[in-house]
Antibody, heavy 119, light 110 residues
Framework: EVQLVESGGGLVKPGGSLRLSCAASGFTFSSYSMNWVRQAPGKGLEWVSSISSSSSYIYYADSVKGRFTISRDNAKNSLYLQMNSLRAEDTAVYYC????????????WGQGTLVTVSS | QSVLTQPPSASGTPGQRVTISCSGSSSNIGSNYVYWYQQLPGTAPKLLIYRNNQRPSGVPDRFSGSKSGTSASLAISGLRSEDEADYYCAAWDDSLSGQVFGGGTKLTVL
């Protein structure tokens, strides 16, 4: 069974840092591109970042470029999001999602982890 | 302001057919696949439609997607109370080099 489990969320002050993790199981993690998507309270979905299976291709939303870093450790079946210089507007539930082959969408999602940026 | 434009709300009665529109541009919908996600309150999004009009296994054929030019739409026929949820369209944007989402449409089943 495919499972994605996010962790690392919490309360952090503006300007602070946080590292999110997404533990993958039930599939060959190293064969899939992965993504981070966030959702601010009461708001819609916002794509944050994507990384290819071998980390060769990495993309960021303009809103997080230069502050967030996506990475993965295929040996540990884990996806990460290092978030620096956090702002109040980064407050959201952060989801990781798996990119299916042949442009078949993001079928598997984690349950999300809440990041709250507040003083 | 989302790159893809959806109506904020839609509604219908049980058994009815409703459609949700998604408008974009040549750099996203016009040149890439469209995806639709359903999100029930307090849960992660669920993939409903991929590659414009394909349904993942397990998604009822009441849900269908279409695309024409720089617009797309999701149709739900035989509306049920359990269809009450938020619906999001998504596509890759070549200009932004990233995935873009619509602002979401809240579907109410009256």
């Amino acid at each position: 069974e495919v499972q994605l489990v996010e962790s690392g969320g919490g309360l952090v002050k503006p300007g602070g840092s946080l590292r999110l993790s997404c533990a993958a199981s039930g599939f060959t993690f190293s064969s899939y591109s992965m993504n981070w998507v966030r959702q601010a309270p009461g708001k819609g979905l916002e794509w944050v970042s994507s990384i290819s299976s071998s980390s060769s291709y990495i993309y960021y939303a303009d809103s997080v470029k230069g502050r967030f870093t996506i990475s993965r450790d295929n040996a540990k079946n884990s996806l990460y999001l290092q978030m620096n210089s956090l702002r109040a507007e980064d407050t959201a539930v952060y989801y990781c999602a798996r990119d299916e082959y042949y442009s078949s969408g993001w079928l598997y999602w984690g349950q999300g982890t809440l990041v709250t940026v507040s003083s | 302001q989302s790159v893809l434009t959806q109506p904020p709300s839609a509604s219908g009665t049980p058994g009815q057919r409703v459609t949700i529109s998604c408008s974009g541009s040549s750099s996203n919908i016009g040149s890439n696949y469209v995806y639709w996600y359903q999100q029930l309150p307090g849960t992660a999004p669920k993939l409903l439609i991929y590659r414009n009009n394909q349904r993942p296994s397990g998604v009822p054929d009441r849900f269908s997607g279409s695309k024409s030019g720089t617009s797309a739409s999701l149709a739900i026929s035989g509306l049920r109370s359990e269809d009450e949820a938020d619906y999001y369209c998504a596509a890759w944007d070549d200009s932004l080099s990233g995935q873009v989402f619509g602002g979401g449409t809240k579907l109410t089943v009256l």
